[in-house]
Every structure is written in structure tokens, then in C-alpha cells.
């Protein structure tokens, strides 16, 4: 064991490098302010925008889209089930809304369903150097687990775009735009781009004083996930003025 020393430094250097990257990734992508909620309760939250595109850029607009419910992919302990969102979530929908905020976008608005229910919100005309953060308000409904359910949590994926340069498509790449999106096959997937398959979250727990599971799910319950889908990304994701004319991405 004489080279000991030798080969016990690279690994403390591999490691340490490790721990620094997983913390800046942490650190640095784009998440909620208050990303755990107890259920039944309402917070004024913020989806925190921690870097722009790189050195010298601005993020200029974003663009954020909760799960509707209707066709929403969902995990129960990690496993797609067959369950609709309300299985567990009974009041979910029209949940989040915008507060309005012209700090540093000048034009925003939310995005609704066919029903009108709010499914996300975008920003845009703004100008956020890269080495800022920026705080962009909504508020967070008070969010109810259904009492028959096993649900011990709800984790809702939320699909976030912050841009820095209005491109079609085909122009997503680094510089360009950061996707925090779900990797569900939607067109905002952006595979190989600095945010890929890392998404904000909202995680909702149950109040088990006051919402205790049933004797059924033996005292353990599950961990629920809600990911938008696909179909649903590639409909709500772009950003749409109130005339109706799509600005991002370009058509
Ligand atoms: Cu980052």
C-alpha cells in the first residue's frame, strides 16, 4: 500500500469536483422559491430564474406550464399507473395563478384551457443578465389530497423555458434557450442542452393530523408524481399574445 497517498488524491480531487458540480447544478437551475407546500395551503411563490444562457446574454422571456390534469403522466412510487391526477389531487386545476409583475418583463399573461383554467403563464420583453436572479410571482392554490387516496405526497412537474433569444424550434441550442422541461417527447425537450430532463417541481404533503391515511394503505402510502404531457407541452409551452400571434417559438 505504498502508493496509497498517490492514488488517494485523484479520487479526493474526482470527488470533491463531483460534489461542486451536483451543488452548482443545484444551486443554479432554474426552480421554485417554495418548492415543498403542505396541502391546504396557499403561498405566493416565485419560479426563480438563477442564470441566464451563458456569459453575456439576457433572458429575455419565459415561459412556464403546470400539468392539466388530462392527459398528465402519473407516477405512483416511481411507476406510471393508470390513475387520473384527481385520484389524488381532488380539487386540482385552475390551482396557480400569475401575480402580475412588471419588475423586469413588461408584457405577460396567462395561459388557460378551453375551460379557462389557468395551465401556465408567460413573460417576455424583459432583460435579465445572465449573472442575475430574477424572481417571477404566481400564487400557489391550496391544493387538496384526496382523503381516499394513499398519497403521502404529490410532486407536480412544471415545464419552464427561459429564453434568451426568440428562435423557431429548430433553433433551441445553448445560448439560445434553457429548457427545464420534462423529457416527455414534447418538442421542448432539449436533449443535450444545459437544463435536459431537469425540471422545477412543486411537491404538495399530506397533512396527516388532519388528513390521515386510511387504515388500507398500510401506514406507509405512496409518493405521487404528475408530469405533463407530451401533446399537452407541444400545445401550451409556446408563448401566444392576446391577438393571437405566436412570438415564441418563432412559427
Ligand atoms: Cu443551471
Redesign the pocket.
Known amino acids: 500500500m505504498t502508493n496509497f497517498k498517490q492514488i488517494r488524491f485523484p479520487i479526493h480531487s474526482a470527488l470533491a469536483f463531483v460534489l461542486l458540480a451536483a451543488s452548482h447544478?443545484a444551486l443554479?437551475?432554474t426552480r421554485l422559491d417554495i418548492p415543498v407546500v403542505m396541502e391546504g395551503v396557499r403561498v405566493a411563490n416565485n419560479v426563480v430564474i438563477?442564470?441566464g444562457c451563458g456569459e453575456g446574454t439576457n433572458v429575455i422571456s419565459q415561459s412556464v406550464v403546470f400539468p392539466d390534469g388530462v392527459d398528465s403522466i402519473v407516477k405512483v412510487d416511481g411507476v406510471q399507473s393508470t390513475n387520473v391526477v384527481t385520484d389524488f389531487l381532488s380539487n386540482w386545476g385552475n390551482l396557480n395563478q400569475k401575480i402580475l409583475s412588471y419588475n423586469v418583463f413588461k408584457h405577460e399573461n396567462e395561459k388557460t384551457d378551453a375551460d379557462g383554467n389557468v395551465v401556465g403563464f408567460w413573460v417576455r420583453d424583459g432583460k435579465m443578465p445572465d449573472y442575475y436572479n430574477v424572481f417571477v410571482p404566481f400564487r400557489a392554490g391550496a391544493a387538496v389530497i384526496d382523503s381516499d387516496s394513499c398519497a403521502v405526497s404529490v410532486k407536480v412537474v412544471v415545464a419552464v423555458a427561459d429564453i434568451c433569444k426568440i428562435t423557431n424550434i429548430s433553433g433551441f441550442a445553448e445560448g439560445i434557450v434553457?429548457l427545464w422541461t420534462p423529457a416527455v417527447g414534447s418538442n421542448y425537450d432539449g436533449p443535450g442542452l444545459?437544463?435536459y430532463d431537469s425540471p422545477a417541481t412543486l411537491t404538495y404533503t399530506r397533512n396527516l393530523e388532519t388528513n390521515p391515511l386510511p387504515p388500507t394503505c398500510g401506514g406507509t402510502g405512496v409518493a405521487v408524481e404528475v408530469i405533463p404531457s407530451a401533446a399537452q407541452l407541444n400545445r401550451d409551452m409556446p408563448i401566444v399574445n392576446t391577438d393571437g400571434k405566436q412570438i415564441w417559438p418563432k412559427p
Open positions: 447544478s443554479s437551475h438563477s442564470h434553457n444545459h437544463g
